[in-house]
T-cell receptor, first 116, second 110 residues
Framework: GAGVSQTPSNKVTEKGKYVELRCDPI?????LYWYRQSLGQGPEFLIY????????DSGLPNDRFFAVRPEGSVSTLKIQRTERGDSAVYLC??????????????FGPGTRLTVL | GENVEQHPSTLSVQEGDSAVIKCTYS??????FPWYKQELGKRPQLIID?????GEKKDQRIAVTLNKTAKHFSLHITETQPEDSAVYFC?????????FGAGTQVVVTP
């Protein structure tokens, strides 16, 4: 079946602009996660949805970052007033869910964001 | 919060030899520990996982061990092959969110 998909695969923007990154999880997966991976580092947790609600948004670095999942499926990560330090690969993952975690997370291919 | 330490950062092995990666974690509530393999420019992919009610798990050439008391876990790859070359990440699941180690770049030379 189809895996997790993310669009766009690459996004180049200018400092100060607004960007939206989209994630389509595996059908039937109720949990959805966003991570950010900088070059040479491990992915860093940003936010986790269980259904439509954010179960844990403790990883969002500041209020320029926001994510939604209005119908419990597709999610959009929104970044306002982008800064050069936001440049990274943004990874999305989904799993069967459950608030206690402990389920395999399947990752998408990522969106490479470059802020000039 | 959770902190996962991973060593070594790079590991070069001769084809056919074994590779061992070691990790420690800090959150005693963590009870699920997946390992991911990431090839250059690709997504992380699960290779094996272990839950806290198990001390060891093996899948063909890959094995993981977990010591919950010491908060240590490790990955063992035997009979390494060139296609094992990649970055490997240990992770600890803390109420749904994965905390990743910094990664180990494994290079298997023929």
């Amino acid at each position: 079946g189809a895996g997790v998909s993310q669009t766009p695969s690459n996004k180049v923007t200018e400092k100060g602009k607004y960007v939206e990154l989209r994630c389509d999880p595996i059908s039937g997966h109720t949990a959805l996660y966003w991570y950010r991976q900088s070059l040479g580092q491990g992915p860093e947790f940003l936010i986790y949805f269980q259904g439509t609600g954010a179960a844990d948004d403790s990883g969002l670095p500041n209020d320029r970052f926001f994510a939604v999942r209005p119908e419990g499926s597709v999610s959009t990560l929104k970044i306002q007033r982008t800064e050069r330090g936001d440049s990274a690969v943004y990874l999305c993952a989904s799993s069967l869910g459950g608030l206690a975690g402990n389920n395999e997370q399947f990752f998408g291919p990522g969106t490479r964001l470059t802020v000039l | 919060g959770e902190n996962v330490e991973q060593h070594p950062s790079t590991l070069s092995v001769q084809e056919g030899d074994s590779a061992v990666i070691k990790c420690t974690y800090s959150d005693s509530a963590s009870n699920y520990f997946p390992w991911y393999k990431q090839e250059l420019g690709k997504r992380p992919q699960l290779i094996i996982d272990i839950r806290s009610n198990v001390g060891e798990k093996k899948d063909q050439r890959i094995a993981v061990t977990l010591n919950k008391t010491a908060k240590h876990f490790s990955l063992h790859i035997t009979e390494t092959q060139p296609e094992d070359s990649a970055v490997y990440f240990c992770t600890a699941d803390s109420w749904g969110k994965l905390q990743f180690g910094a990664g180990t770049q494994v290079v298997v030379t023929p």
